[in-house]
């Protein structure tokens, strides 16, 4: 039976849970995952644990936030003075924003507190600072 290879279209299910347990992310009730192992699309300790699976196996890994999506950084964090947010948005605590980064590409913060005055955006991808595990089990090699 072949093994997942970088190089390989593979197709896999997969659970992502937190270190409390709670599922952040599953292919569950949806169709495989489908990826290009080695096109960096994913996240590299995850693409590194299908490497070497045969169709059928399964496998859990732990990944640590550094290998992860990094620590939570304070300088993702900014406030703004009430008065920039534009008119049609009304502004409230979990609110996702999309903003302009200084490369032009569209940048995603969160409403995390707020003022009368202002509100503390955080840029921070919301698996930061996290630790990972994945359970995944490999459907196909394509």
Do not use: C, W
Request: aromatic fraction near 4%; glycine fraction near 10%; avoid cysteine.
């Amino acid at each position: 039976m072949a093994q997942a290879k970088k190089g390989d279209m593979v197709k896999v299910n997969y659970k992502g849970t937190l270190e409390d347990g709670s599922i952040f992310d599953s292919s569950e009730g949806r169709e495989p995952l489908e990826f290009k192992l080695g096109e960096g699309m994913l996240i590299p300790a995850f693409e590194a644990a299908v490497i070497g699976l045969n169709p059928g196996e399964k496998k859990t890994v732990k990944i640590a936030a550094a290998d992860a999506y990094g620590p939570k950084m304070d300088e993702a964090l900014i406030n703004v003075p009430l008065a920039d947010i534009p008119e049609h948005i009304k502004p409230a605590v979990g609110l996702q924003l999309q903003l302009m980064g200084p490369d032009g590409n569209a940048v995603f913060a969160q409403i995390i507190s707020m003022t009368e005055t202002e509100v503390t955006l955080d840029g921070n991808h919301p698996l930061a600072g996290k630790d990972l595990t994945f359970d995944i089990e490999l459907v196909s090699i394509v």
